[in-house]
């Protein structure tokens, strides 16, 4: 039986390297195209989102990836030209296509992910900002970029954990993004994510290649992502404060994504 079950493993493993490679192969010139098509303004940004939205869907189907999800995604608060920080915990290599399937957005991700091949090349074509974690000028330079996106009205994406950990203690939070959204007035959207511990897409003390080798090679997996409230800095709130504050809220939420993914 362990012999079957390896063999079906790695044909889900090519088949789904295959997909994702078939589908951003596919996407990203087509979304290229249509971006230089497309005249300058909010019909361009939501342009883009759609496009990210269709791809981060496609890989959820690809990956068997269902989504139990508590709380509605709230209108957005667009009194000032407000834009919106999503904030989460990072569990899963396919959190990405979670929040932005739900969300869409533009990624703030590690810098070498752009010199991935074809990956790299999508995350550029929709925007992603790129932070070199160990630099503190990358840092400095990203948060400007953020505050800028923000104030234009953009929704942005973070993991403030810095990079992918397993269990439901949420880490401490790198301050960037709360500078840049306090500096920009805008809200805040704490996020939980959780996933089955057996889980094959759950990640653990691994390499994050054998992360995601094992993630393709797995059945599927119904993962929970639970919804809090959005809130805005307060006009004296310092970043540290802020920081703390979107900490405990993802905590919460983690908890309750936890009761949705099970055990």
């Known amino acids: 039986m362990r012999i079957v079950e390896r063999g079906r493993e790695r044909l889900r493993l090519v088949a789904r390297a295959g997909g994702f490679l078939g589908i951003t192969g596919t996407m990203l010139p087509a979304f290229v195209l ?21 791809w981060a869907k496609a890989l959820l189907e690809l990956f068997a990836i269902e ?9 957005r608060t667009r009194a000032g030209g407000r834009g919106r920080v999503i904030v989460a915990n990072h569990r899963s290599a396919i959190d990405i296509g979670v929040l932005l399937a739900t969300f869409g957005g533009t990624m703030v991700s590690r810098a070498d992910l752009a010199r991935w ?9 929709v925007g992603t900002v790129f932070v070199e974690r160990t630099k503190a000028e990358s840092g ?13 009205g953009r929704t942005i994406v973070v993991f403030p954990e810095g990079t992918t950990f397993d269990g439901d203690e949420v880490r401490p939070f790198q301050r960037g993004a709360f500078v840049a959204a306090a500096g920009a007035g805008a809200e805040i959207l704490p996020v939980g994510l959780a996933y089955p511990k057996a889980s094959s897409a759950a990640f653990v003390d691994e390499s994050f290649p054998a992360h995601l080798a094992r993630m393709a090679k797995g059945s599927g997996t119904t993962m929970g992502l639970a919804i809090g409230e959005p809130f805005v800095p307060g006009a004296s709130e310092r970043s540290l404060a802020l920081t703390a504050r ?18």
């Open 117 to 125: 091949p074809l990956v790299g090349a999508a995350a550029r074509s």
């Open 67 to 75: 989504v139990a999800r508590r709380g509605a995604v709230p209108a």
């Open 246 to 263: 979107a900490h405990a809220a993802v905590q919460a939420q983690v908890l309750a994504a936890r009761a949705l993914a099970g055990a």
């Open 34 to 54: 249509h971006m230089r098509t497309t005249p300058e303004g909010d019909r361009k940004d939501a342009l883009r989102d759609a496009w990210v939205r269709a």
């Open 140 to 152: 400095a330079s990203v948060i400007r970029i953020v505050q800028r996106q923000l104030q234009e």
